[in-house]
């Protein structure tokens, strides 16, 4: 009788004391672990969210920068942190859906290690020629390739990133043979692009859009299965090209093991900041949406996300050097 009072009676306490915790959560500073350098996508998107963040719950977000490795560096420190809730980070589509397939070895299991709380954002890329292409739109561009096998280039911000499976996955649906040309940095790749030495680039909306709506470069479609509000006279590339989709987008995450209250109570907070016009509208200008939901839905889509990009990458044979 003892010891099944003490089975019933162990399992109560530590429930209790959990839901304590989370009672008084956050009760100091929470650190959010961004897995890529300051400047970047990620890193602007999740300062501005920390900020409307600590102002939601009362206590400073400080945002602490782990480049490396594409990515797995510091999502391995946020996989390895202590599973308090003090400790958060960003998880996004190259460290939890491309890095799966691209990396020999993967320091961290993205759907074992780290438990998905929120999706905060996404956003499309763009796909742009040089203005000496003679093409005027994703049909022309397909009908050029198809025309010139082999002789068309796309450019990138590297090998296994977003913007070069989105070429490959377009070679994939529509027979195009494009050559793939990574770049270091997206910028570089956007200056080949305005000065005529790359015909065509894909990148995130963020640095492309400035250089299409200038002029500099022409803009054929988003990479979104919908029209972006950023630049709404732009077409998707899937009214042409049925089912062609690759949005970036990244979300917070936590340690595996990290009490369920203390995911609902942030999942709560998170959700608020991103329902207010605030955040929203400091996004809308760098082409970004805001997204939400339950950690349910955001684990939901990261399992789908993995098993696309994974069929992207054997087809196409893309390799991270």
Do not use: C
Not at 182 to 204: A, C, S, W
Request: hydrophobic content about 40%.
């Amino acid at each position: 009788m003892k010891t099944k009072h003490w089975q019933t009676v162990i399992p109560l306490a530590v429930a209790f004391a959990a839901n304590a915790a989370a009672a008084e959560y956050p009760a100091r500073p929470i650190r959010f672990i961004v897995p890529y350098g300051g400047g970047s996508g990620p890193d602007i998107t999740a300062r501005l969210f920390a900020t409307e963040l600590s102002k939601q719950i009362g206590q400073q977000i400080v945002v602490d920068n782990r480049p490396g490795a594409s990515g797995s560096i510091g999502t391995e420190l946020i996989a390895r942190a202590a599973p308090d809730g003090y400790t958060i980070g960003f998880g996004g589509i190259s460290t939890f859906a491309i890095n799966p397939s691209v990396l020999a070895r993967l320091p961290y299991d993205p759907d074992k290690d780290l438990l998905k709380v929120v999706q905060t954002y996404f956003n499309p890329g763009v796909l742009a020629v040089t203005l000496s292409l003679p093409v005027n739109s994703v049909k022309d561009l397909i009908d050029y390739g198809k025309n010139n096998p082999g002789r068309l280039s796309f450019g990138s911000s590297g090998n296994g990133t977003s913007s070069h499976l989105s070429g490959e996955l377009l070679n994939i649906m529509t027979g195009t043979q494009m050559v793939h040309v990574p770049y270091k940095t997206p910028e570089q790749g956007i200056t080949d692009t305005i000065g005529g030495r790359l015909p065509v680039m894909f990148n995130n909306i963020g640095p492309m859009l400035p250089h299409v709506k200038a002029g500099r470069i022409r803009g054929l479609g988003v990479t979104g299965l919908k029209r972006s509000p950023a630049i709404p006279g732009l077409p998707a590339i899937a009214e042409t090209v049925p089912g062609f989709e690759v949005i970036v987008w990244g979300g917070v995450v936590l340690p595996a093991g990290a009490p369920k209250a203390i995911v609902a109570r942030l999942n709560a907070e998170i959700n608020k900041v991103l329902a207010a016009p605030a955040l929203k509208e400091k996004y809308a200008t760098i082409g970004y949406e805001l997204a939400g939901g339950t950690p349910q839905q955001f684990d939901a889509f990261v399992k789908s996300e993995i098993a696309k990009w994974a069929e992207v990458v054997r087809r196409s044979g893309a390799k991270l050097n």
